[in-house]
């Protein structure tokens, strides 16, 4: 199984400053034949289920404000927010779906400062 | 519009059998992979497995695996997950989700998590 590791546990960021927050997992989740990383993030809003932000590592979904970026290839991925907002305090995950099964990594929880 | 609806709130005993469900709509319901995602309370998302509809074809995680059964009704449009006997340790919110796909050659890869039913949680307590 693909061991997703994300870092840190928690993030304390003040209103329009950069959270950064670390996904790594335990082998190379690089598709070869598309040349594409199967790596998605997730936002969880406390009473609400998941939310896609970004997939393929770094393609966001539709809708999602372009303040959210994803970058990394390989084994080692970033999800970056610029200039906070307080509706982005939430639970982020991110998850592979190179091979079954598709695990997500622990959980980064962000809070404002 | 696409979207999963899961049936409602269940509180059950150790020991009982339950059998939740997850009705989509607004896609075709045979060829997208739907998969069931656990959140216990205060821990993280994980995956439990997956049923792609059109045949049936089920994955489990080696976490669930023998602990739960996937299925699907085509003929409804409905995914369900059930128990045959749960133990305390169940209690959780559960979700459903379709895998977005697409075609590459003629391989069909699964993409993210894109649509998510509303969760169903299960207490199970004595």
């Not at chain 2, 992979?33 to 089920?58: A, F, Q």
């Not at chain 2, 128990?83 to 989700?97: E, G, N």
Request: glycine share 8%.
């Amino acid at each position: 199984d693909i061991v997703m590791t994300q870092s840190p546990d928690s993030l304390a960021v003040s209103l329009g400053e950069r959270a950064t927050i670390n996904c790594k997992s335990s082998q190379s989740i690089l598709y070869s034949s598309n040349n594409k990383d199967f790596l998605a993030w997730y936002q969880q809003k406390p009473g609400q289920p998941p939310k896609l932000l970004i997939y393929w590592a770094s393609t966001r979904e539709s809708g999602v404000p372009d303040r959210f970026s994803g970058s990394g290839s390989g084994t080692d991925f970033t999800l970056t927010i610029n200039s906070l907002q307080a509706e982005d305090v939430a639970v982020y995950y991110c998850q592979q779906y190179f091979s079954s099964p598709c695990n997500f990594g622990q959980g980064t929880k962000l809070e404002i400062k | 519009e696409v979207q999963l609806v899961q049936s409602g709130a269940e509180v059950k005993k150790p020991g009982e059998s339950l059998k939740i469900s997850c009705e989509a709509s607004g896609y075709t319901f045979t060829t997208y992979w739907i998969g069931w995602v656990r959140h216990m309370p205060g821990k993280g998302l994980e995956w439990m497995g997956i049923i792609y509809p059109g045949d049936s074809d089920t994955t489990y995680s080696p976490s669930f695996q023998g602990q739960v059964t996937i299925s699907a009704d085509k003929s409804i449009s409905t995914a369900y997950l059930q128990w045959s006997s749960l133990k305390p340790s169940d209690t959780a919110m559960y979700y459903c989700a379709r895998h977005n796909q697409h075609l590459l050659g003629t391989t069909l890869l699964r993409d993210a998590f894109d649509i998510w039913g509303q969760g169903t949680t299960v207490t199970v307590s004595s």
